[in-house]
T-cell receptor
Framework: AQTVTQSQPEMSVQEAETVTLSCTYD???????LFWYKQPPSRQMILVIR??????QNATENRFSVNFQKAAKSFSLKISDSQLGDTAMYFC?????????????FGQGTRLTINP | NAGVTQTPKFQVLKTGQSMTLQCAQD?????MSWYRQDPGMGLRLIHY???????DQGEVPNGYNVSRSTTEDFPLRLLSAAPSQTSVYFC????????????FGSGTRLTVV
C-alpha cells in the first residue's frame, strides 16, 4: 500500500519570502500522479499543482513549483513571493492512474502561516 | 456549474443517532468518494464508487454505509453515531482518466456528543 508522509506539521514565514513544504511517499509503482492540495480556513480543498511521474520536468503554476525526485520518492512544494492568502493547510497526495478507483492517498498535512 | 454539493455543512448528533450526509455532483463524474479529515491524520478514504450501483470500502469503512443509485448522488449513512465519528467529511468526484484528480465538496463538520 502507498503511504505519504509530510514531516512538517507547521511552518511560518514572512510575506514575500519563499517557503518549501516537504513530502515523501512510498510506492512500488512506476507510473502515478502526485498532487498538492490547499485547504484555506474556508475548508475547501483546492488543487494547487500536479505532477505525473513519467514526466521528468518539474511542474510549475505561477508562484508554485515542485521539486520531484522520483528515485528519492520526494515531492516538495515551493511557494515563491508568499502572500497572506497562501495561509492554509497543505496536503500532499498520491494516486495510481488507470487502475480501479484511482484513490487518493493523503499525507498528514502542513499548516502554513504567512505573517505580514 | 455547482460542482460537488454537500449538505449539511454542520451537524451535531447524539450518540446512537443515525443520519445521512448528502453529496451530489453535476459534472457526470463516474467516480465518487467519501473522506474523513481528522487532525494530524490528513484525509482518509471511507467508501468509494466507480459508477451507479457499484460501491466498495476504503480505509476506514466501519460505522458507515453508502449506496449509489444514480450517477449524481452518493449519500453517506452513519448507522449509530459514536464520538469517534466526530470529524470533517468530504465528498469528491472525478472522471476516470482525467488527470486533474478529484473535485471536492466544501465538507460537513459533524460533532457527535
Amino acid at each position: 500500500a502507498q503511504t505519504v508522509t509530510q514531516s512538517q506539521p507547521e511552518m511560518s514565514v514572512q510575506e514575500a519570502e519563499t517557503v518549501t513544504l516537504s513530502c515523501t511517499y512510498d510506492t512500488s509503482e512506476s507510473n502515478y500522479y502526485l498532487f498538492w492540495y490547499k485547504q484555506p480556513p474556508s475548508r475547501q480543498m483546492i488543487l494547487v499543482i500536479r505532477q505525473e511521474a513519467y514526466k521528468q520536468q518539474n511542474a510549475t503554476e505561477n508562484r508554485f513549483s515542485v521539486n520531484f525526485q522520483k528515485a528519492a520518492k520526494s515531492f516538495s512544494l515551493k511557494i515563491s513571493d508568499s502572500q497572506l492568502g497562501d495561509t492554509a493547510m497543505y496536503f500532499c497526495a498520491f494516486m495510481k492512474p488507470f487502475q480501479g478507483a484511482q484513490k487518493l492517498v493523503f499525507g498528514q498535512g502542513t499548516r502554513l502561516t504567512i505573517n505580514p | 456549474n455547482a460542482g460537488v454539493t454537500q449538505t449539511p455543512k454542520f451537524q451535531v448528533l447524539k450518540t446512537g443517532q443515525s443520519m445521512t450526509l448528502q453529496c451530489a455532483q453535476d459534472m457526470n463524474h463516474e467516480y465518487m468518494s467519501w473522506y474523513r479529515q481528522d487532525p494530524g491524520m490528513g484525509l482518509r478514504l471511507i467508501h468509494y464508487s466507480v459508477g451507479a450501483g457499484i460501491t466498495d470500502q476504503g480505509e476506514v469503512p466501519n460505522g458507515y454505509n453508502v449506496s449509489r443509485s444514480t450517477t449524481e448522488d452518493f449519500p453517506l449513512r452513519l448507522l449509530s453515531a459514536a464520538p469517534s465519528q466526530t470529524s470533517v467529511y468530504f465528498c469528491a468526484s472525478r472522471q476516470p482518466g482525467h488527470v486533474y484528480g478529484y473535485t471536492f465538496g466544501s465538507g460537513t463538520r459533524l460533532t457527535v456528543v
